[in-house]
């Protein structure tokens, strides 16, 4: 396994890319990115993270990706407009595939999001 990015700044640039190279994934897949493929980019986000960790065992990238989606499921359970929030879900689920394998604390969790939503600039353009 890779390195953890050591600042809040590193998370920050590193989880910018993985947004990034999601949407243009979905943009290959149909062409434009719709406001559907936007609610989904979360998808992408324990891909990317199993990736910039190296993580190598298949089932470990799935449950990465198992409990990213599970986290954000919950989630939208309990507040069906969050759905819209497409950064803050993509960053969230790149944190939670982080968190499946207990790679950082949710104290640390907490700390990039806090960072993060205040210093984050927008990646995904509403349409």
């Known amino acids: 396994m890779?390195?953890?990015?050591?600042?809040?700044k590193h998370w920050q640039k590193e989880i910018a890319d993985a947004i990034s190279e999601s949407?243009?994934?979905?943009?290959?897949e149909s062409g434009v990115l719709s406001a559907g493929a936007?609610?989904?980019l979360f998808k992408y986000a324990a891909m990317f993270a199993a990736k910039n960790r190296a993580v190598q065992s298949r089932e470990d990238r799935?449950?990465?990706?198992r409990y990213a989606a599970?986290?954000?499921?919950r989630d939208f359970q309990l507040s069906p407009g969050d759905v819209s929030n497409y950064d803050i879900n993509f960053m969230l689920a790149y944190l939670?595939?982080?968190r499946s394998l207990?790679?950082?604390?949710?104290?640390?969790?907490?700390?990039?999001?806090a960072f993060m939503t205040v210093e984050f600039e927008p990646?995904?353009?509403d349409a």
Do not use: C, F, G, Y
Request: no cysteine.
């Open 102 to 113: 207990d790679l950082i604390s949710e104290k640390k969790l907490d700390d990039i999001m």
């Open 38 to 40: 936007k609610e989904n």
């Open 62 to 65: 799935v449950a990465m990706s």
């Open 70 to 73: 599970q986290a954000r499921a």
């Open 23 to 28: 949407i243009k994934l979905a943009e290959a």
């Open 123 to 125: 990646l995904i353009q």
């Open 2 to 8: 890779t390195k953890l990015p050591r600042k809040n």
């Open 96 to 98: 939670d595939a982080h």
